[in-house]
């Protein structure tokens, strides 16, 4: 489920023109706090989406400054604390949130937009013991 100020599956972002290949995008949704940031990067024709907060202390990755990726182009940085993420999966390989994620979601190419796609569902939880039958996700 979206947060309620992040865009809905289907809106538009921004167009695709305004990604530049090897570059970025982002737009903060909402304000005070209640608020939806994002970032959109791109290789060639592929996007990579993922929302701006970081998971070592939950900052913008950019400070709000729009410098998202190292110097190389391959990956996210957080100029907060150094971490730096994988862009193919948003995996930290570096930094004080290693193995940690940025937390994805999909977007689609529109004609010349770029859309807000569906946002990912949540990963089925194991049950607390071998011998649990409930079904995932269901609270206990
Ligand atoms: S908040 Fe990103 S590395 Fe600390």
Redesign the pocket.
């Known amino acids: 489920m979206f947060p309620p100020v992040a865009p809905k599956p289907g809106d538009t972002l921004c167009a695709f023109a305004e990604i530049p290949d090897g570059g970025t995008w982002s737009r903060l949704y909402g304000e005070a706090r209640e608020i939806f940031p994002i970032v959109v990067a791109r290789k060639g024709e592929r996007l990579y989406a993922y929302v701006n907060v970081?998971p070592?202390?939950f900052?913008p990755?950019d400070g709000y400054q729009g410098a998202f990726l190292t110097d190389d182009g391959d990956h996210l940085y957080?100029m907060?604390?150094?971490?730096v993420f994988r862009l193919d999966d948003g995996v930290c390989i570096e930094?004080?949130?290693g193995g940690r994620r940025l937390l994805a979601f999909a977007v689609e190419v529109r004609g010349a937009d770029v859309v807000m796609g569906r946002w990912p569902d949540p990963p089925p939880r194991p049950p607390a013991d071998p011998n649990d039958r409930s079904p995932p996700n269901r609270a206990r």
């Open positions: 970081c070592h202390q900052l990755l957080c907060q604390h150094g971490a930094g004080p949130c």
